[in-house]
């Protein structure tokens, strides 16, 4: 009888901890995805005001018929479009550095502004591709994004020894870009691409697999702190995962204006 308890003790945890954690994997994708959404919102916002119609004042054409606003120069023909390129990867690292500070709340906050600030950064692609194919990446990334997420999350797999080699490859890739910057080269440019898809691909399934084995190798202590900041933190990852692979993506997919 004691060891029928035992065993039905054993089951009742096990369940408990089935449910939370899928109830910890549904508060990663709704942040995450209330990031990308307010990322898009953003960056179509802001694409919006800086192209005009109206030449008055506006003395750069952006194309046909279309002029850059004194916010589109701004944004994308002054030094500031360095600041604006470069300052989400320092908020990645300032978010990083504090998470273990900032409350739960705060955390979500912190994590909310970044994804405004990614959508201005990133703005330049309603202005550089078409509108059909900036839709149809999405949908491609969002499949390919769905399908390696669960692969990550159901594989028997460990494929934790990934991380070193995928870290290395995405320091690898920021460099290269930023020689790239200077270069201009096309085959770089390819390259790059490329092993940003690779390596993007492998960090969806890499960073899905860790968020799933951290709140199992937590769940007897029941952090709830640490619980909703890491449901956020894992949310970044994956966010980070999903735009990196949709703009890699847009390079190979996207039709330009």
Not at 14 to 20: I, L, P, S
Not at 40 to 61: E, H, K, N, R, Y
Not at 147 to 165: E, P, Q, R, V
Not at 206 to 218: E, M
């Amino acid at each position: 009888m004691a060891e029928y308890e035992t065993i039905r003790s054993g089951v009742g945890a096990r369940a408990e901890v089935d449910a939370g954690l899928r109830a910890h994997m549904n508060k990663v994708y709704g942040t995450m995805s209330i990031g990308l959404l307010i990322t898009a919102l953003a960056s179509w916002a802001i694409a919006g005001l800086a192209v005009t119609s109206d030449p008055a004042g506006a003395t750069v054409m952006f194309r046909d018929g279309q002029y850059l606003t004194g916010l589109g120069q701004a944004l994308y023909m002054s030094p500031l479009k360095w600041v604006v390129m470069f300052a989400p990867l320092g908020m990645v690292f300032a978010f990083g550095a504090m998470i273990n500070r900032l409350s739960a709340a705060g955390a979500q906050l912190f994590f909310y502004a970044f994804a405004v600030l990614m959508g201005v950064s990133i703005s330049s692609i309603f202005l550089i591709y078409t509108g059909f194919s900036i839709v149809q990446t999405f949908l491609i990334t969002s499949i390919s994004f769905a399908g390696l997420s669960l692969w990550g999350y159901t594989t028997k797999k460990d494929i934790s020894a990934w991380g070193s080699f995928l870290i290395m490859g995405v320091i690898g890739l920021i460099l290269a870009s930023v020689v790239n910057i200077f270069l201009g080269s096309p085959m770089i440019h390819f390259a790059i691409s490329l092993l940003g898809v690779l390596i993007f691909a492998g960090l969806t399934a890499y960073d899905t697999q860790k968020i799933k084995t951290d709140y199992i190798a937590h769940a007897n202590a029941m952090d709830s702190e640490w619980l909703a900041k890491s449901a956020i933190m894992g949310a970044l990852n994956l966010y980070l995962d999903f735009i990196n692979l949709f703009m890699f993506l847009l390079s190979f997919l996207g039709n330009r204006e």
